[in-house]
């Protein structure tokens, strides 16, 4: 199979993030990063039901989680009723 890819798709990671794809990279013995990032996209594709128009940020999108996303304890809808 011819795997050509024609697009270079560059993007900015925490170290957390970084740690994270290299742990999945090692794990799952791939050759490279850009292996390992293609494999997770598969993954996340696949498993996703996307919406757009929703006004989500492009900061609700980072791969890891840093707690509640307003900052303040006890401002979460989660759960709400």
Do not use: W
């Amino acid at each position: 199979m011819n795997d050509l890819r024609g697009e270079r798709l560059q993007i900015m990671l925490s170290p957390e993030e970084l740690s994270a794809i290299d742990d999945f990279r090692f794990k799952h013995r791939m050759p490279t990063r850009a292996a390992a990032v293609r494999e997770l996209l598969k993954f996340g594709l696949a498993s996703a039901s996307i919406e757009t128009g929703d006004g989500t940020k492009s900061s609700d999108y980072g791969v890891l989680r840093r707690g509640p996303t307003t900052g303040r304890e006890g401002d979460s809808s989660e759960g709400a009723e």
